[in-house]
């Protein structure tokens, strides 16, 4: 049967079906030919898959970033990092960087944060002289900072599937590998620019402009203090959050920026409700292959496969770490979250790595997939904003690319990356 799984998969996958249906259609074909599952289990599984309490952060995280785009809060970051970096060499890619970082706090998403604030920053650097295949890879690195710093989509799942870890830890968790990533490629802007010559600098507008900047970006900057101050002090938990979110997105967007109608409220309802919708048929359809993997004992046959191999926790780390990479090169993040996690979680676990150290690795290691080929969907989204050919696109991305994956073998190396917050926190003992 696992044949039959994994080549109905690849089959599937190989022609063009959309990857949330290869993994029902994959399901499907395996109870189906099995003598022992019963189809019963497939609308079981489907249902189970998304009948959960915490997964409902994700469709209010969601709308939370459509409310704040609408309300034009992201443009009072925008003014605010170009305020405080955009004098730098590199400096309108310092600002992109920055802005990612700052909208990671609401959204949670890369694909949001791409095809929003990031779409943005892009035409920007493109008429202010910018490479355009340059411009658009410093968009698609700095967007994959959104899963990483909390609130986070990706996190909210992968806490679903693993019971060992909760929302609240690994939001701590991906605090600071989040921040090293964004110096990463600021560090990796400043060395492209100074070499080629991508100053554009304009003169430092002086403390008082990025004063005035940071005044005005206050409403949007209060919402990720909202989130984590709520979260990380118990007065509501990650879904609650979500909701929290959704209510100040909405009053500041109304009463403070006055940006969002209430005429516009029913369109970004039906965005949000579009986007939740292709989310979940993903979890849905996820959560039926996971279980079918579990089902047939899959992994347990990798993980004595694995401990054949070596008995030392840092190079099971590591070999796992590499494995995820590489399945992030082929699979969306979502379902390599939902089918993976119940697989490689437990064998980190058995092998004494910390499973929220493991969890964040997880994480980082499964989104820089999204920027690269042949699935990569911030690539998709970037090149379809700006109007760029992918492959060269892709190209472009390489320096971004192994400046983030040094970010990666650093926690790898140093657990305390990941762990030193959720520690501060009690989350670690």
């Known amino acids: 049967m696992i044949a039959v799984l994994f080549g109905s998969f690849a089959l599937l996958l190989l022609i063009g079906v959309p990857v949330s249906l290869v993994m029902g259609g994959a399901s499907l074909i395996t109870i189906v030919v099995s003598d022992t599952l019963r189809p019963i289990l497939l609308p079981q599984y489907l249902f189970s898959g998304i009948n959960s309490f915490p997964l409902m952060a994700v469709p209010l995280f969601i709308l939370a970033a459509d409310l704040m785009t609408a309300g034009k809060l992201t443009d009072s970051l925008l003014r605010f990092a170009k305020a405080l970096v955009g004098h730098l060499p590199g400096g309108l890619g310092q600002v992109n960087i920055l802005v990612s970082i700052l909208f990671a706090g609401k959204s949670g998403s890369a694909l949001a944060d791409a095809a929003g604030p990031g779409a943005i920053v892009l035409d920007m650097m493109r008429r ?3 490479p355009p295949y ?5 968009t698609a690195s700095s967007a994959i900072i ?8 990706v996190m909210v799942v992968y806490a679903v599937s693993e019971s060992r870890v909760t929302v609240s830890g690994l939001f701590a968790a991906g605090i600071v ?7 990463a490629l600021f560090v990796t802007n400043h060395v492209v620019s100074v070499r080629h010559g991508y100053q554009f600098a304009a003169r430092f507008a002086g403390w008082r402009a990025v004063g005035k900047g940071f005044v005005g970006s206050i409403p949007g900057l209060l919402m990720p203090v909202i989130i984590l101050g709520g979260v990380f002090s118990g007065i509501f938990t990650a879904t609650e959050a979500a909701a929290v979110a959704v209510l100040y997105a909405l009053l500041v967007g109304l009463l403070v920026t006055r940006a969002l109608k209430l005429r516009d409220i029913p369109g970004v309802f039906l965005k949000s409700a579009l986007m939740t919708s292709g989310v979940l048929l993903i979890v849905s359809m996820a959560s039926i292959f996971a279980n079918l993997l579990t089902v047939m004992q899959v992994p347990q046959a990798l993980a004595a496969w694995l401990t054949s191999l070596t008995q030392d926790p840092t190079m099971i780390l590591i070999l796992l770490t590499f494995f995820v990479l ?7 993040t979502l379902p390599a979250v939902i089918v993976l996690t119940p697989i490689l ?7 004494g790595i910390d499973p929220l150290h493991f969890a964040t690795l997880f994480i980082v290691a499964l989104v820089l997939g999204m920027i690269t080929p042949p699935v990569g969907p911030v690539l998709f989204v970037v090149a379809a904003v700006g109007k760029l050919r992918v492959e060269r696109l892709a190209r472009a991305v390489l320096p971004m690319l192994i400046a983030q994956l040094v970010v990666l073998a650093l926690m790898v190396a140093f657990p ?3 762990l030193y917050v959720p520690r501060l926190l009690g989350h670690v003992r």
Not at 134 to 138: K, L, N, Q, V
Not at 177 to 183: N, Q, R, T, V
Not at 326 to 332: K, S, T
């Open 345 to 351: 979680s437990p064998i980190a676990f058995l092998a």
């Open 416 to 418: 305390a990356i990941s």
């Open 177 to 183: 590998p989040g921040i090293l990533l964004g110096l």
């Open 146 to 153: 959104g899963p990483i710093i909390p609130p986070s989509i």
């Open 134 to 138: 340059y411009s658009g890879a410093m």
């Open 128 to 130: 202010a002289g910018y």
């Open 326 to 332: 590489i399945c992030g090169l082929f699979i969306d």
